[in-house]
């Protein structure tokens, strides 16, 4: 792991072949225990940043990038869904990353995204893959899960990563890199806590899907990344949204 800003304490640590967890931890004055934001970057061809993080971050994940490529080098600026933490500096990216584009689900491309990015979007059908060289990732639509309408994830098929955005979030500022010790746990007290899930009654039909890709990898937004078999805890995480 390198720490690639001492004043945030944001750093960079490789948690699968080419996949770069850039993590920048948050504490909250006042509150118990704070939060943390991840944003993945795959090294490849035709490098893909998986969500940008909030806009005032954007120096933070900047730097950070920086530190494995130079950033103009990206392709894809790719997120799961609309809100500040996954696509909020998407406009300073593609400034940044002049042959980039942005990459999302065809719902968020054509409700959100081609308005409000300065470039048109690439929106992907369900189960449609994007080659990055040696790398391929491969989109798949959950409509509002754990929320947005135009929300879906990626699938990275080499290392069998899936980064799974708001999945799994695990309250807290600090987390290690790689964990295989359990993370269903907290991510179920916090869901409990703030609600952050929608009540759609389709949730366990959509973690089955992923599932299916058999991930080992689960490359959440907020936490660790966690290692092990993932389609068992995406399962596991279906049975407790059906209670
Ligand atoms: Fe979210
Ligand atoms: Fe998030």
Avoid at 143 to 166: A, K
Wanted: glycine residues 10%.
């Amino acid at each position: 792991m390198i720490v690639t800003n001492k004043q945030s304490g944001t750093n960079v640590h490789e948690v699968a072949d080419g996949i770069y967890r850039i993590n920048t931890p948050v504490v909250m004055e006042g509150g118990p225990g704070g939060f943390s934001f991840n944003q993945f970057l795959i090294v490849d061809d035709a490098p893909l940043l998986f969500h940008t993080g909030p806009r005032k971050m954007f120096p933070l994940v900047r730097e950070a990038v920086a530190s494995v490529l130079p950033v103009e080098r990206l392709r894809f600026i790719g997120f799961s869904h609309v809100e500040a933490d996954e696509c909020g500096s998407l406009n300073e990216w593609l400034a940044a990353a002049p042959q980039s584009t942005p990459l999302c689900g065809k719902i968020a491309a054509l409700v959100s995204i081609d308005d409000i990015a300065n470039r048109p979007a690439r929106g992907l059908a369900d189960g449609e893959p994007v080659s990055l060289g040696k790398h391929t990732v491969r989109w798949f639509d959950t409509p509002h899960l754990p929320h947005g309408w135009e929300c879906g994830f990626l699938m990275e098929e080499q290392t069998r990563t899936l980064l799974c955005g708001d999945l799994f979030t695990q309250p807290g500022a600090e987390h290690p890199a790689i964990t295989e010790s359990d993370i269903l746990g907290p991510s179920e007290a916090f869901r409990q806590a703030m609600d952050y899930y929608s009540h759609t009654s389709n949730g366990r039909a959509l973690l089955e899907k992923l599932a299916a890709a058999d991930p080992t990898t689960l490359a959440c937004m907020h936490g660790s990344t966690w290692k092990g078999d993932g389609a068992k805890l995406l399962r596991a995480l279906g049975d407790a949204l059906s209670k």
